[in-house]
């Protein structure tokens, strides 16, 4: 019910840049302190200024500031009709680098439709051995007609579902109604009034099913086992009334292909059933497996049986296979996620081939990478006791469908998705792609990316989990769809994304996915049930195009939230040194002069800077995400001493000018005149800066959209450096005696001040785009965590020889070479500790870099017991 705290690295950041605040906040304490003292003034005056610099330094408002960039950005989701319970979450959105989807109803439509049925049929070759194979494919079930087993399949699709009849319209499960209707039956609930129900509560009250091929003809469901995705199937007990015997029953059970297989006699299922089931399932096809079982029992003991003794032996009556399409946009969304080098994965409770099948039609199986099925021998083990692991190659999908991003990709200013309803009320303008740099794709991506894919079946992720703890790592940094999934697993996988430092996202649309959504860094929901109570993030357009939205305003707002600190830092700052200097003298701003900078300057750029929308496209790479960084630090402390050096000058110039009259501080307790000479020309040249710290500061592309884009925060700015530029050159009488400014007598030291703010704000911008944004953010960043990947993957203790590149893909050694003994085996998870560069990447990226172009390494793994260097993995203890 309670979203989910919030553990980023940002929050833990900014608490301890607050105490570095506070450390300089410190210092100037005992600057002013020492100052004081040594001009003689009152204790009373050294207490008030010694205070005044901690509020000073470590500004009351930031908190306040800190969260304008988060409502903004919820607005604007809330008009995309995005809305938002944890408002915290939307920054962390801003790291996203995987997300992971639910399949039905989130990649494809929410509704199955029904597509074709195929009976299975008993023939009889002599009088001891029948036949039993599937008969030709049908699409209509209104008749019995030609059917085996006496029609049973039709009369178990018509009975084994959880309808009930409410104000004379059936409602329940959209599947079964979908079957149910596509017989022609019709169903009754139990007779009598309420209070003849009421009276009779003890006794059964079966739903009445009336075939449409016969009017005379009646069944009665008498008990029904409700479906249950951790048993995948589910049945009803059914009493014919038209049999001469009471205790004739039939129970009626559907569910996945794999569960009624193994609940069925060998000799009632064909022997083709595997072969047909991966055939419909390879083209994306929904199967439910359909069975059947008499019962000599009647009807007390119908009512009380248990389920697991019933549900066995049961005899195979056919398939129903449905048609789950993909949805319009999520080819789109998928290209433009993986465009921005955002990693995605699906998570579905669907036949694995089904998974695979849409996985390729939606593109998160990329045509450029191999695809490959990992799977478990159950009763076979290795030469260590483990159940046997094999590989199989699938195939990948086609670029003539992955890469035709034309026809799915949303244009450039359009309101519309193509392919989609032009009138559905809402408007993906962060869905264009950036191209990523090149420098970046050939530098970095052929060592952080994989060159492969894998997929997985729940039961055999069960096993790896439980026996192959030491894989659990890799195979979550290079597998790609999930598939049988359990709701605890999927819990489970994203727990284990994360320890593995990826930010997860979370998109599904049911109940069995509120425990993967709550777990995730921000989950999205396309349901207004269950799973919007546990995810952060609901979407009334039931389609992901909300992902790339969230992610893009995320993005605007933890680059915001980045810009309205470092402006607050640099506000207090600024002002800190302003002080410094007129404590020098004795002085300080006068209040006219804080309030003008405290309630008009800062207040007003920091209310309206948040106001700069997301950028229209995805960038490649994701914002940073430390605000200790060494970026974010030399910027702060750079356009420091900048601004330290600009105030100084004219601090130093001001006191040599003819007209120059020096502050005289109050003796005792005089009152005191703030007004000052030093002090007017300190403010002058400070209102400019705290306006170019603000534009410097409002950072756009690739993150968020231009200054321009931000109107009001244009119109501010215009206005605020025409006020200061009137209060510099001209002031009236009314200005003077308002801020307490002292009239500067020559018009050309005032000037002279404007060129000193000019010159400041040239330097400032050139330090911030040249130095910072180019070269720490850009490239400096970038040969580091080159020569980190580089350095992990040129490592190997044997022999240090580099592995040759396989298919266009460098990697430094074989799975072999990286998984063989001798004592030199290292675990995915750790790097070599004579390195310590590695640190600097993150830990899926030295996980990928190492695995290398084969899946080899998951049927040659060592066990644990074998190395002492492998820790066992944490988020293992659950049993499937």
């Not at 029609?151 to 079964?176: E, F, M």
């Not at 939205?549 to 309205?564: K, Q």
Request: include cysteine.
């Amino acid at each position: 019910m309670y979203p989910k705290p919030v553990d980023f690295r940002f929050t833990k950041d900014l608490f301890k840049f607050i105490l570095f605040l506070a450390c300089i906040s410190g210092c100037g304490f005992l600057y002013t302190i020492v100052v004081m003292i040594m001009r003689g003034n009152t204790l009373r005056r050294i207490i008030v200024r010694s205070l005044d610099i901690i509020t000073i330094t470590v500004p009351p408002a930031l908190p306040a500031a800190m969260s304008v960039g988060i409502i903004n950005a919820q607005l604007r989701l809330k008009k995309k009709e995005i809305f938002c319970i944890s408002p915290s979450t939307i920054n962390t959105c801003g790291a996203i680098n995987v997300v992971c989807f639910d399949k039905t109803g989130t990649l494809t439509e929410d509704g199955l439709d029904f597509h074709v049925v195929r009976p299975v049929k008993a023939s009889i070759k002599d009088e001891n051995t029948s036949s039993i194979s599937f008969m030709e494919e049908m699409t209509e079930l209104t008749s019995r007609n030609g059917l085996s087993f006496d029609g049973d399949l039709v009369k178990a699709i018509a009975t084994c579902h959880s309808l009930t009849r409410i104000n004379g319209v059936l409602h329940g499960d959209p599947l079964d109604l979908i079957l149910f209707q596509k017989t022609g039956w019709t169903m009754e609930e139990g007779v009598g009034d309420i209070e003849e129900e009421t009276q009779r509560f003890d006794n059964v009250q079966p739903s009445i099913i009336k075939p449409s091929d016969d009017e005379e003809a009646e069944f009665s469901v008498i008990r029904q086992f409700t479906f249950s995705s951790s048993l995948q199937r589910m049945s009803v007990i059914v009493f014919d009334p038209s049999e001469d015997r009471p205790d004739n029953m039939m129970l009626y059970s559907k569910g996945s292909p794999e569960m009624i297989l193994s609940l069925c006699d060998p000799k009632t299922v064909p022997e083709d059933y595997l072969t047909q089931v991966n055939a419909y399932a390879q083209h994306g096809f929904r199967l439910i497996a359909v069975a059947r079982r008499p019962l000599d029992m009647n009807f007390n003991k119908a009512s009380k049986v248990k389920r697991d003794s019933v549900e066995c032996d049961l005899e195979m009556l056919g398939l129903v296979v449905m048609e789950n399409r993909v949805k319009p946009v999520t080819l789109g969304v998928i290209n433009q996620l993986n465009r921005a080098n955002i990693r995605t994965v699906m998570v579905t409770g669907d036949n694995l081939l089904t998974g695979l099948s849409v996985a390729r039609e939606c593109g998160i199986i990329r045509p450029q990478k191999r695809a490959f099925l990992v799977e478990h021998v159950p009763g076979e083990l290795d030469q260590y006791g483990r159940t046997k692991l094999i590989i199989k190659q699938s195939v990948s999908s086609s670029d003539e469908v992955i890469e035709d991003d034309e026809s799915v990709s949303v244009s450039m200013g359009s309101s519309t998705w193509k392919g989609s309803s032009e009138n559905d009320g809402f408007s993906p303008t962060n869905t264009e792609v950036e191209m990523p740099n090149a420098v970046t794709t050939e530098n970095l991506d052929h060592l952080i990316a994989s060159s492969y894919h894998l997929a997985i079946s729940g039961p055999t992720f069960a096993v790896i989990v439980h026996e192959y703890p030491e894989l659990v790592d890799q195979l979550c940094c290079v597998c790609d769809v999930f598939a049988r999934m359990a709701p605890d697993q999927k819990q489970l996988l994203v727990e284990q994304l994360q320890a593995v430092d990826y930010t997860v996202a979370m998109c599904g649309d049911g109940a069995n996915d509120c425990a993967a959504l709550k777990a995730a860094h921000a989950g999205i929901s396309l349901s207004d049930a269950e799973a919007s109570i546990a995810a952060p993030f609901t979407s009334k357009v039931p389609d992901i195009r909300c992902v790339p939205t969230v992610i893009s305003e995320g993005r605007a707002a933890l680059v915001t939230s980045f810009g309205i600190f470092k402006y607050m830092a640099g506000y207090s700052l600024t002002q800190f040194v302003t002080v410094m200097h007129l404590y020098w003298i004795s002085n300080i701003l006068t209040d006219g002069q804080f309030m003008f900078i405290d309630m008009f300057l800062i207040t007003m750029f920091a209310l309206l800077f948040g106001n700069t929308p997301a950028f229209h496209r995805l960038a490649h790479t994701s914002p940073p995400t430390r605000l200790l960084s060494i970026a974010s630090m030399t910027s702060v402390i750079g356009q420091l001493i900048i601004i330290g050096i600009a105030q100084f000058t004219v601090f130093i110039l001001t006191a040599q000018q003819s007209w120059f009259t020096p502050y005289k501080p109050p003796v005792d307790d005089e009152v005191e005149d703030k007004r000052s000479m030093q002090g007017t020309a300190l403010f002058c040249v400070s209102m400019f800066q705290y306006i170019i710290l603000a534009i410097v500061y409002s950072k756009g592309k690739p993150y968020r959209g231009s200054l321009l884009s931000n109107k009001p925060m244009c119109a501010l700015t215009v206005f605020a450096t025409l006020l200061c530029l009137f209060i510099v050159i001209w002031p009236t009488e009314l200005v003077l005696l308002t801020l307490g400014n002292v009239d500067l007598p020559d018009i050309y030291f005032r000037l002279f001040i404007l060129g000193v703010a000019f010159i400041n704000a040239l330097v400032s911008f050139a330090f911030e785009k040249g130095f910072v944004d180019y070269f720490l953010l850009g490239y400096w960043e970038r040969y580091k965590k080159k020569r980190s990947l580089e350095t992990i993957v040129d490592y190997v203790p044997s022999d240090h020889i580099r592995r040759p590149s396989m298919n266009g893909l460098t990697s430094s050694r074989t799975e072999t070479t990286l998984l063989s003994g001798e004592g030199q085996q290292l675990h995915m998870t750790k790097t070599p500790k004579t390195d310590e560069g590695q640190q600097s990447s993150s830990l899926f990226e030295r996980i990928i870099s190492r695995i290398g172009g084969e899946p080899a390494w998951i049927t040659s793994s060592i066990p644990q017991s074998s190395s002492p260097d492998i820790t066992e993995p944490e988020h293992l203890d659950r049993t499937f």
